[in-house]
């Protein structure tokens, strides 16, 4: 029996398309790509480069569990790197995983930016549109990103583009299990994704994610809960609202409260991760003045976190 795939829906009141949970997946890796390539550790001097994006991460006591390990592996590098340099490219790639994983809280300039914000924000500056649409998606779909009416035919002419260039993959060749079984060919409903975008314009599309608690949901209607008799909350309230006002209040709260997550031609570039900080601004000459200004802090601040 094969496993359950996963799935990001785009989705409506009435409808539903899907994608395949791998193309999810890619679409998170390739917004993340101008940022890993802009970092610049795989270059000759990738070791001093780490040791500069370290000094920007603050040193966390260990506890017991590991913490700390970067800066431990760097002062170890530091002092004797080992044969070949073992101990530099251990910290270069632990360096990486941490960046493009969970990501890494960065001090400078008096602002707190996160790795992962900034490499997504390199997406906006140096992508495509199709880049930054997936930069979009991969980062923000866990919030429901949506899509008003009149922007669907538009949305679907991005991702029109990102076939046609081959960034984004209409199928993709998969080896199930055992290794030795016929390779084949999955769909990744993008066709699929593309007809219910141009069907109408009149209904806002909603993306979710089939891991996640799903859409509409009271949390993004910022639905208040009471508790039930264990001290959880009390789900029945709102699964006793009818279909279609579930979803009159979750657009509702998305577009009170999560006005940065609608995907339009004039937030795709514009409306950033977090402050409008890229890993290039992180390696200018004015990087301070260029992160305080990004986070509306006082150009005069000289105050490190």
């Known amino acids: 029996m094969e496993k359950p795939v996963s799935r990001l829906y785009f989705a409506t009141p009435t409808s539903r398309a899907e994608l395949h949970g791998s193309e999810f997946m890619w679409l998170r890796e390739l917004g993340q790509r101008p940022g890993r390539a802009a970092w610049e550790l795989d270059r000759f001097e990738a070791f001093e480069r780490a040791a500069e994006i370290l000094s920007w991460v603050p040193e966390v006591p260990d506890r017991g569990h590991g913490e700390g ?37 960065l001090h400078i300039a008096g602002a707190e930016l996160s790795s992962l914000d900034v490499e997504f924000n390199t997406a906006l500056v140096a992508g495509s549109d199709p880049v930054r649409l997936a930069a979009k998606i991969g980062a923000w779909t866990h919030h429901n990103p949506y899509i008003e009416g009149p922007d669907r035919w538009w949305a679907a002419n991005v ?27 999955v769909d990744q409903g993008w066709d699929d994704v593309l ?34 008799e264990h001290g959880g909350a009390d789900l029945a309230p709102w699964d006793a609202l009818p279909d279609d006002r579930q979803w ?58």
């Open 195 to 228: 007809a219910f975008l141009r069907e109408r314009d009149d209904e806002p599309v909603v993306l979710h994610y089939s891991g996640d608690w799903g859409f509409p949901s009271p949390e993004a209607a910022a639905f208040e809960l009471p508790e039930d």
């Open 69 to 105: 390990y970067l800066h431990r592996n760097l002062r170890e590098a530091q002092a004797n790197p080992g044969p070949f340099g073992e101990r530099e490219q251990d910290l270069i790639s632990s360096l990486q995983s941490a960046l493009h994983g969970n990501g890494l809280k």
């Open 159 to 185: 991702i029109e583009e990102g076939l046609t260039t081959g960034q984004y993959r209409r199928t993709l060749l998969v080896r199930p299990s055992p290794v030795n079984a016929e390779p084949r060919l």
């Open 248 to 305: 009159e209040l979750a657009v509702a709260g998305l577009r009170r409260g999560r006005p940065w997550a609608r995907l339009a031609p004039d937030t795709l570039a514009e409306v950033p991760f977090g402050p409008m900080v890229s890993v290039y601004d992180l390696f200018a000459p004015n990087r301070d003045e260029r992160v305080r200004r990004a986070a509306d802090l006082p150009l005069e601040e000289t105050t490190v976190l």
